[in-house]
Every structure is written in C-alpha cells, then in structure tokens.
C-alpha cells in the first residue's frame, strides 16, 4: 500500500530525478512558461515554489542556497547577452511577487497527450502569464478525463443579417374600421324606414276614404 509516500519516483533513480528536477526548473525560470507530462508538473511544483520564496529575500545566504539547489554556479554569462538563472531569479522574479504570499506557478492539463506512450501534458507557468502564449489551447474534461462533447447549439442570427418582413395587404383587400357602419347609423337608418313606412300607411288610408 503506497502510505506516507510523498514523492513520485518516476520510474528513475534519485540522482536522475534530482538532475530531471533542477533542469526542468532552470527551463522554467529561463522561459517562465514550458509544456511537459502531469507527473513532472506536479513533483517539480514544490520545488519552484521554495526557489521564488528564496529570491523574495535576496540575500547572500539565500542566493547561497539557491545556487546548492540549482547546482547553478555561473556567475554570469560572457557568451550570451542573457542574465544566469540565479541573477534572473533574484532580480526579475524575486521582486515581480514580492506581494504575493505563496501560489507563484500554475499547472494547466492539455487535451493532447504525447505521442509515443501517450502520458497527460501539461503547461507549468507562472500565474502571470496567459496561457495562450504557449501556443496550445487547454480544453475542459469531465470527471471520466474524456474531452468535454461541443455544443451544437444553432448560432443566434445577427442583427446585421437582413430580416424578411411580410408583405403588405393590398388596397382592394385591406379594410378599415372607417368603412364598416357604426351601430348609431344602423339605428338611425332603421328609425327613417319606419317612419317612411307609417307616412306610406297613413297615405293609403286617406285615399280610401
């Protein structure tokens, strides 16, 4: 049973995942941002971590113990027109979370796996930089580690897209409230033909006397 086991051994000895621990945070420093399996990204975490939280100091004892710890010795490069590790860890990065009190690094899983024996990647950064900068965009997973299905949902139309509007009704066909009869005129001309129809009686009465 794996009990009290606090470290990965990644299937290597300690002095090769001691080498694998300080190259892959000497890249880290170097590029602040780089692309390797989960595993790594996980055990190396710790370990960056403890390098920012040294370089806040700034210290000859503390740059005493970075350098054991990267086995980092350079004092300066005299080939290239770049700072050491040690110099940029302790004048760029040291300061740049001196108000941060801890979290400095980031790991982000990637949808695709490495080719070969297809082991889970991911981006180990510093939180300060975007995640699109490493040129690999990191998709969703659900809880089975499969990618997240793509919506099909039919896109919205555009306001700027034309819209069809119904044709209008003709003038034969299209009527008005203005010409139907309103029910005073209904009544009005029910009560001239009675009166029209009484005179007409009264008339022929008159005549047959």
Known sequence: ??????????????????????????????HESI???????KTVKAFAEKL???????????????????????????DAEQKTIITKLFKILGP??????????????????????????AVFQ?????????????RRTTKSGQPRPVSSK?????????????????ADVQKTDSDKPSPQDAKTTESDSATEHNHTDEAQEQSAK
């Open 126 to 138: 510093f939180v300060d930089q975007a995640i699109a900068s490493t040129g690999v965009r990191a």
């Open 154 to 170: 039919p896109a919205a139309p555009s306001s700027d897209a034309p819209t069809e509007s119904a044709p209008e009704p003709s």
């Open 35 to 41: 692309v390797t399996t989960l595993p790594k990204a």
């Open 1 to 30: 049973m794996r009990h009290r086991v606090a470290h990965r051994k990644l299937n290597r000895t300690s002095a090769h995942r001691r080498a694998l621990r300080r190259s892959l945070v000497s890249n880290l420093i170097e």
């Open 52 to 78: 920012i939280t040294l370089a806040k100091r700034d210290t000859l004892a503390a740059r005493r113990r970075a350098i054991a710890m990267l086995n980092e010795r350079r004092i300066a490069d005299e």
């Open 96 to 121: 740049r979370f001196t108000d941060r009190p801890g979290g400095y690094t980031r790991i982000v899983r990637l949808s695709q796996r490495r080719l070969g024996d297809g082991s889970t990647r």
